[in-house]
T-cell receptor, first 117, second 112 residues
Framework: SAVISQKPSRDICQRGTSLTIQCQVD?????MFWYRQQPGQSLTLIAT?????????ESGFVIDKFPISRPNLTFSTLTVSNMSPEDSSIYLC??????????????FGQGTRLTVV | GENVEQHPSTLSVQEGDSAVIKCTYS??????FPWYKQELGKGPQLIID?????GEKKDQRIAVTLNKTAKHFSLHITETQPEDSAVYFC???????????FGTGTKLQVIP
């Protein structure tokens, strides 16, 4: 299993500013995923972060708006840039880890609840 | 890409009754179907999953069925309890280190 810590757990930010969310995993993982969950909605993948290479962004998400860093195999950051109220969401970090030693499972952090005012 | 639809969006049951949530997927290459439970203020947590080489899987009060031909899978919760109240998400993936596509979620309320 994998234990994921996300910081901050919540924040209220002014529009036009940027917020960097940190994701720390207790074990080395190949791929880390960043999701957005808008209020009352499902999870939408923003990007996949690999260590040592550029993040891969899903349709509708761009690096200028959501820059990602992946400096090592246990840590990643997601920045929400030039925020607007539409960016108010829960942002979730996810990794894949082995469950019971052989089965891959997606583990999630507790999320960062962002409110932009 | 993969598209996962989930029904119903809300479900209320009396304690002790059963709850069924249904999902369909579009990509025939998907072979891994996890179900997640998300409680208020928390990240999703895996509760059960099924792979395409299996038609049914059960874990205590929770069971999942898969019909690959029809591209649908379902979650069954028996003898529901108030602590089962949460939002449930189905998902589909090609397995391994591949993108997981989530359904739209079902808010389950178990009435004591």
């Amino acid at each position: 299993s994998a234990v994921i810590s996300q910081k901050p757990s919540r924040d209220i930010c002014q529009r036009g500013t940027s917020l960097t969310i940190q994701c720390q995993v207790d074990s080395q993982v190949t791929m880390m995923f960043w999701y957005r969950q808008q209020p009352g909605q499902s999870l939408t993948l923003i990007a996949t972060a690999n260590q040592g290479s550029e993040a891969t962004y899903e349709s509708g998400f761009v690096i200028d708006k959501f820059p990602i860093s992946r400096p090592n195999l246990t840590f990643s950051t997601l920045t929400v840039s030039n925020m607007s109220p539409e960016d108010s969401s829960i942002y979730l970090c996810s990794v894949e880890g082995l469950r019971q030693g052989f089965s891959l499972e997606a583990f999630f952090g507790q999320g960062t609840r962002l409110t932009v005012v | 890409g993969e598209n996962v639809e989930q029904h119903p969006s809300t479900l209320s049951v009396q304690e002790g009754d059963s709850a069924v949530i249904k999902c369909t997927y579009s990509d025939s290459a998907s072979n891994y179907f996890p179900w997640y439970k998300q409680e208020l203020g928390k990240g999703p947590q895996l509760i059960i999953d099924i792979r395409s080489n299996v038609g049914e899987k059960k874990d205590q009060r929770i069971a999942v069925t898969l019909n690959k031909t029809a591209k649908h899978f379902s979650l069954h919760i028996t003898e529901t309890q108030p602590e089962d109240s949460a939002v449930y998400f189905c998902a589909a993936s090609g397995g391994g280190y591949q993108k997981v596509t989530f359904g739209t979620g079902t808010k389950l309320q178990v009435i004591p």
